[in-house]
């Protein structure tokens, strides 16, 4: 019934007004010392909180990569007197959703729960990050899969782009570690060594974010019996600096078959430089909009050279890049870089039109807050905010800030950062007219 009820649920929050909107974000930290952001939403009996510990796969030595990944997900797979089957069990039969994964600069972990289930829900995750169980034949049968997803990803396109963008970009920073590590390093993984990652987890490098069915004085109770059995200081190092490497290099990886992909990369920006507000103008007209971007109608509508091209920013604690990405035909790749690179200077060179930078505009003013549309989602939401150090009125913030972009702050932002040539080129196939500058058999 529990299952059932959760469905209905879920499904009627499309119904709702957003929760973002609806109600003030409170800011608190509890006795503990955690650190929390509560939206309270009671119109339905759900309460999910989205957690992060600062420090993610990075950390992971060289020869036990895809350690994190490999730990975080075994704190679902029993804990305390609860064995793997009984753990999911209790889980399915109280409609509880509860699971972690480790990224980069990050361990995130998910929870969502009936209010009436909450004790139960709380008691689970309670043990699941104070006493997993990391038993055996667990852990051994996720290595297996782990290894089995490696050998797959090793014909994936997508994935040796970028495995290899970071291993080149980023090499001899921690950032060119292996978020699933490889098939030696995996098997390499024992119980000792999750163990030893747990200790990790702590209090003093946890945020917290709230929505649903509780009040502040219920939601500093469930935080802190949750989460205050856990150390207070934990024993990751941040990472420093990355200085992006690879520079005007073009990267091939040999892969047959009829098409190559291709990604194209420049030094970004960071979440808190003065011209963010005018880089997210820019990649939307540039590649980031979709069909009403400069790329898709050059590249695609015009000429019918591929499905689908498009630009973005990637963004770490210490680095950030600016992305083009697209797939084409082999001999398509010598006449899509070109228009690329044309479209580049363009972007450089000559103002946006004042009708460009009004749509981007309105659709990026438009657009916030429109996946907002579940307690999770809100919860997922206002974590990112937390742990890139935004304001709780970042949607009133960002609208000013985009409102006041100028034809002159995008072409200053594209003269900063786009280049002719790429800083690296990264492409997987066999692409037609590309010179490498290193050529490679595969990925692994």
């Given at each position: 019934?529990?299952r059932?009820?959760?469905?209905?649920?879920?499904?009627?929050m499309?119904a709702?007004?957003?929760v973002?909107?609806?109600?003030?974000?409170?800011?608190?930290t509890?006795d503990?010392?955690i650190h929390?952001?509560?939206?309270?939403?009671?119109?339905?009996?759900?309460?999910?909180m989205?957690?992060a510990?600062?420090?993610g796969?990075?950390?992971?030595?060289?020869a036990?990569?895809?350690?994190?990944h490999?730990?975080?997900?075994?704190?679902?797979?029993?804990?305390?007197?609860?064995?793997?089957?009984?753990?999911?069990?209790?889980m399915?039969?109280?409609?509880?959703?509860?699971?972690?994964?480790?990224?980069?600069?990050?361990?995130?972990?998910q929870?969502?729960?009936?209010k009436?289930?909450?004790?139960?829900?709380?008691?689970?995750?309670?043990?699941?990050?104070?006493?997993?169980?990391?038993?055996?034949?667990?852990?051994?049968?996720?290595?297996?899969?782990?290894?089995s997803?490696?050998?797959?990803?090793?014909?994936?396109?997508?994935?040796?782009?970028?495995?290899l963008?970071?291993s080149?970009?980023f090499?001899?920073?921690?950032?060119?570690?292996?978020?699933?590590?490889s098939q030696?390093?995996?098997?390499?993984?024992t119980r000792?060594?999750l163990?030893?990652?747990?200790?990790?987890?702590?209090?003093?490098?946890?945020?917290?974010?709230?929505?649903?069915?509780?009040?502040?004085?219920?939601?500093?109770t469930?935080?802190?019996?949750?989460?205050?059995?856990?150390p207070?200081?934990?024993?990751?190092?941040?990472?420093?600096?990355?200085d992006?490497?690879?520079?005007?290099?073009v990267?091939?990886v040999?892969y047959?078959?009829?098409?190559?992909s291709m990604?194209?990369?420049?030094?970004?920006?960071?979440?808190?430089?003065?011209?963010w507000?005018?880089?997210q103008?820019?990649?939307?007209?540039?590649?980031g909009?979709s069909?009403?971007?400069r790329?898709?109608?050059?590249?695609?509508?015009?000429?019918?050279?591929?499905?689908g091209?498009?630009?973005g920013?990637s963004?770490?604690?210490?680095?950030?890049?600016?992305?083009?990405?697209?797939?084409?035909k082999?001999e398509?790749?010598?006449?899509v870089?070109?228009?690329?690179?044309?479209?580049?200077?363009r972007?450089?060179?000559t103002?946006?039109?004042?009708?460009?930078?009004?749509?981007?505009?309105?659709y990026?003013?438009?657009s916030y807050?429109?996946n907002?549309?579940?307690?999770?989602?809100?919860?997922?939401?206002?974590?990112?905010?937390q742990?890139q150090?935004l304001?709780?009125?970042n949607?009133?913030?960002?609208?000013?800030g985009?409102?006041?972009v100028t034809?002159?702050?995008v072409?200053?932002?594209?003269?900063?950062?786009l280049?002719?040539?790429?800083?690296a080129?990264?492409?997987?196939?066999?692409?037609?007219?590309?010179?490498?500058t290193?050529?490679?058999p595969?990925?692994?």
């Amino acid at each position: 019934m529990k299952r059932f009820m959760l469905a209905v649920v879920l499904v009627t929050m499309a119904a709702l007004p957003n929760v973002a909107d609806a109600n003030e974000v409170q800011t608190f930290t509890t006795d503990k010392g955690i650190h929390v952001w509560l939206i309270e939403e009671h119109h339905l009996p759900i309460v999910s909180m989205s957690f992060a510990w600062h420090g993610g796969v990075e950390g992971d030595d060289d020869a036990k990569q895809g350690l994190s990944h490999l730990a975080a997900d075994m704190l679902t797979k029993g804990a305390g007197s609860n064995d793997e089957n009984t753990f999911q069990q209790k889980m399915q039969e109280n409609a509880i959703s509860l699971g972690f994964e480790a990224q980069r600069d990050t361990v995130y972990g998910q929870f969502r729960s009936l209010k009436d289930a909450l004790p139960i829900a709380k008691e689970m995750l309670h043990a699941s990050i104070t006493s997993p169980r990391f038993d055996e034949d667990s852990l051994n049968r996720l290595k297996a899969e782990t290894i089995s997803g490696l050998k797959r990803y090793q014909s994936d396109p997508d994935w040796m782009l970028s495995r290899l963008m970071m291993s080149e970009v980023f090499a001899g920073h921690p950032y060119s570690k292996r978020t699933l590590g490889s098939q030696t390093t995996v098997n390499s993984i024992t119980r000792d060594d999750l163990k030893n990652w747990h200790k990790h987890l702590n209090r003093e490098q946890l945020i917290v974010s709230i929505t649903g069915d509780v009040t502040k004085a219920e939601a500093s109770t469930l935080v802190d019996e949750t989460f205050g059995d856990l150390p207070e200081r934990g024993e990751q190092a941040a990472a420093p600096d990355a200085d992006l490497k690879g520079k005007k290099q073009v990267f091939v990886v040999n892969y047959s078959g009829p098409q190559s992909s291709m990604l194209l990369l420049w030094p970004g920006i960071n979440r808190h430089d003065k011209d963010w507000y005018a880089a997210q103008v820019m990649n939307y007209i540039l590649g980031g909009g979709s069909f009403s971007s400069r790329l898709m109608s050059e590249v695609r509508e015009k000429r019918g050279l591929t499905y689908g091209i498009s630009s973005g920013m990637s963004l770490f604690d210490h680095a950030a890049t600016y992305n083009i990405e697209a797939s084409f035909k082999n001999e398509n790749a010598g006449e899509v870089v070109a228009l690329v690179k044309k479209e580049i200077a363009r972007m450089r060179d000559t103002k946006v039109s004042a009708d460009e930078l009004k749509a981007a505009k309105d659709y990026l003013i438009g657009s916030y807050g429109l996946n907002l549309t579940s307690t999770s989602q809100v919860a997922g939401h206002y974590l990112e905010l937390q742990r890139q150090k935004l304001g709780v009125n970042n949607q009133h913030d960002s609208e000013i800030g985009l409102r006041a972009v100028t034809v002159d702050d995008v072409q200053r932002l594209a003269k900063r950062i786009l280049q002719d040539d790429a800083q690296a080129s990264f492409f997987v196939g066999q692409p037609k007219g590309i010179v490498p500058t290193k050529a490679l058999p595969g990925v692994e």
